[in-house]
């Protein structure tokens, strides 16, 4: 099975865009919004369908999983936010 990967894109004008196979989903959002909604997308793909599916975005030096659902586990970007949400989380 391929995973589906959901990709974060920054935009010139400062916005992140939502890519799924170099097509671009969504456009000109706000980097808080922009994740929560290719995470919603994500877990609505992998429980929808069953399709193994991540999100990722640039990082400074490498990219960044934001989020994995897979059969074996579903994983979050996590920080110190004290209430089990990522830091990038919206």
């Known amino acids: 099975m391929v995973m589906v990967t959901i990709l974060l894109k920054p935009l010139a004008n ?25 995470r919603e997308m994500a877990r609505d793909e992998f429980q929808r369908l069953g399709r193994e599916t991540r ?6 030096s490498s990219t960044l999983v934001l989020a994995s659902y897979t059969h074996g586990a579903v994983t979050h970007a996590q920080g ?3 209430q089990g949400r990522g830091v990038l989380a919206a």
Do not use: N, Y
């Open 14 to 38: 400062g916005g992140w865009s939502i890519c799924r196979l170099h097509i671009t989903l969504f456009s000109d959002l706000q980097l808080g919004a922009a994740i929560k909604l290719a």
């Open 55 to 60: 999100v990722e975005m640039p990082g400074p």
């Open 80 to 82: 110190t936010t004290g």
